[in-house]
Nanobody, 114 residues
Framework: QVQLVESGGGSVQAGGSLRLSCVAS????????MGWYRQVPGNQRQLLAT???????VYSDVMKGRLTVTKDIAKNSMDLQMRELKPEDSGVYFC????????WGQGAQVFVSA
């Protein structure tokens, strides 16, 4: 069973940056593409980026241009560098597989103040 642990959440002022980390068990990064998601008030859970086992990360339109994903397949980990954060980015950020999707972890809480 794949377990996912997100970390690095916290509070930041608008315009600031945060770096989130994700670690997966069971060699999940070798099994499938991994992604970053978020859940913000008033919206469904959104896919932010897909990091394939090989090739470059594909970013969705949600926060495109404000995100950078780095991954280490061997260590089953990846980071999400977020910048130019806005109050409406406040929410819970998750990592997970794209296909398949594993059981969700607790996510990382992000709060962006005005």
């Amino acid at each position: 069973q794949v377990q996912l642990v997100e970390s690095g959440g916290g509070s930041v002022q608008a315009g600031g940056s945060l770096r989130l980390s994700c670690v997966a068990s069971q060699n999940a990064f070798s099994r499938t593409a991994m992604g970053w998601y978020r859940q913000v008030p008033g919206n469904q859970r959104q896919l932010l980026a897909t990091a394939p086992r090989g090739g470059e990360t594909v970013y969705s339109d949600v926060m495109k241009g404000r995100l950078t994903v780095t991954k280490d397949i061997a260590k089953n980990s990846m980071d999400l560098q977020m910048r130019e954060l806005k109050p409406e980015d406040s929410g819970v950020y998750f990592c997970n597989g794209v296909t398949p999707i594993y059981a969700w972890g607790q996510g990382a809480q992000v709060f962006v103040s005005a």
